[in-house]
């Protein structure tokens, strides 16, 4: 009977060590690591596109507009993103292109924003493609980096926002990692993925660009699979260039960036019940112009 006792107290310690070692200093549980591969010693976090940008209702104009708003994700995009990442011994590097905000002074509170971690951005006039934005910052993050193979660049939107922290989340960091397949009808005809979230060591950085451009340029596309200047069809040419044993998802469901507002009943059926990420259309409440 002593030696049951003894056997409970002791499985009991480990149980309690072990919650110990899962806390942080303030007492909050922290979030077990689920990436794999060989963690990168610098990540460049690439941001592209409208960090500012309202959508009015063409219908009726008297309602509020959607926004593309990175004031809106800034908290959540560094407490999921940037931190953990920071708290795990990792450099993180930021850089964005963006197209010229509302005014000036949007501009300057964004790159404020960043601070010391922003190595280095460009404003531009609206460009002919979605994927032009992706590959300016890729190859200025490639043009910062040189050839260390101990890097790996993390494309981001600036109006997303995550439920995870990016150390939970199933990540790879010796593959090309997409977020999640495009809606199943889409991924079965054309191999459309997510283009919200791509991490992608350092030495496939040369077929990425060369895959976004395939994936810009309309001619490579017809009919329902019209590329339409998008990064959604870079699989194809990835899989062909470094394999698909090189490339993976986080996500192993089908989905859409807005899942709830742009799927159906049906196709909600096939969604992961809780995306790790999803674009937020709120407004800021007040800006500066």
Not at 77 to 84: E, G, L, M, R, T
Not at 197 to 223: C, H, I, M
Not at 270 to 286: D, K, N
């Amino acid at each position: 009977m002593k030696f049951i006792h003894a056997a409970r107290a002791l499985w009991l310690g480990v149980i309690a060590a072990t919650a110990a070692k899962l806390r942080t200093n303030d007492g909050e549980a922290t979030v077990k690591e689920m990436s794999t591969g060989s963690r990168p010693r610098t990540v460049a976090l690439g941001f592209h596109g409208d960090y500012y940008r309202q959508v009015f209702y063409e219908h009726n104009r008297a309602l509020p507009p959607k926004c593309s708003d990175y004031f809106q994700s800034a908290d959540n995009i560094h407490k999921n993103i940037v931190k953990p990442l920071q708290d795990a011994g990792v450099e993180v590097r930021i850089y964005f292109h963006s197209n010229f905000g509302a005014c000036p002074q949007m501009d300057s509170r964004l790159v404020g924003l960043f601070g010391t971690n922003l190595r280095n951005h460009t404003f531009t006039t609206r460009l002919p493609r979605i994927v032009d934005s992706y590959l300016r910052v890729v190859r200025m993050i490639a043009d910062d980096i040189g050839q260390d193979d101990d890097a790996a660049i993390l494309l981001l939107r600036f109006d997303a926002q995550y439920k995870k922290t990016i150390m939970s989340l199933n990540i790879d960091w010796d593959k090309i990692n997409f977020a999640f397949r495009d809606k199943q009808l889409n991924w079965d005809s054309c191999r459309m993925a997510s283009d919200l979230f791509y991490t992608v060591p350092r030495r496939y950085v040369d077929p990425f660009l060369q895959a976004l451009e395939w994936s810009g340029d309309n001619s490579k596309g017809a009919g329902y699979c019209n590329h339409a200047g998008n990064p959604h069809f870079v699989y194809d040419p990835l899989s062909k260039s470094v394999g698909v044993g090189k490339l993976a998802f986080i996500e192993q469901g089908f989905s859409s960036s807005r899942p709830s507002q742009e799927m159906s009943p049906e196709e909600l059926q096939q969604v992961t019940p809780s995306l790790f990420l999803e674009i937020s259309r709120a407004c800021s409440t007040s800006t500066e112009c």
